[in-house]
């Protein structure tokens, strides 16, 4: 049973390791609030986001674009909270990050023209594309591609995601193995001190006893 649900979770791995790493998403920004989320990175990955910032009209009563409204982002790596990136944005655009490090990152968006009592609404529309830091190097020479040399490349593009996603996984794995052994070895430590502060107490109780036995000339 246990190697049948090991088969199934590597395929599931592999089928979501070639599909696409796009996903999109909408949420409310109420005045200085802030949203963030969460997304597990592999090292020297580019993550690309593409968004749209609308403000509430109560003149129109619909969201609107409105040229003054400044957003923020800024992406934090946990949990050690360094911060690899900070930018100040108009209300549509792109911003790009790359991680330096394999782990959970914190991307964080607010909008950054709201004070703290303002009573602003804003709706934004996010879309973030997740990929190789190689492939933006090559990104420009795609319309000059054939159909097959395209295929091709998206083809290298997915092994080259596989690949990433199982270093990351040898990394994690490496970790969780350093941090059984160097439980593993706090334990026997403790317990070998355990058993010679025993030997100690059995040997000073005896000791003790014998005092007591020869004091009361029974031995």
Known sequence: MAINVTRWSICLLVLLSILPSVFGLYFYLEGSEQKC??????????VTGE??????????????????????????????GNRIH?????PKGQFKFTSAESGQHAICIFTSTAGWFSSTKIRLNLDLAIRDIMDDATEASEGTLSELAQRVRDLNHKVGDIR????????????????SEATNGHTVTWTIVQLVVLAITCAWQMRHLRGFFEARKMI
Do not use: C
């Open 51 to 80: 968004y749209t910032a609308e403000e509430w009209s109560e003149e129109h009563n619909k969201f609107i674009h409105n040229k003054e409204v400044g957003i923020e982002v800024i992406v934090d790596e946990l949990p050690s």
């Open 37 to 46: 989320f969460t997304e597990e990175l592999p090292k020297e990955t580019m």
């Open 86 to 90: 900070s930018q100040k944005l108009s």
């Open 164 to 179: 990433r996603e199982q270093s990351y996984l040898r990394d994690h794995e490496r970790e969780f193995r350093d941090k």
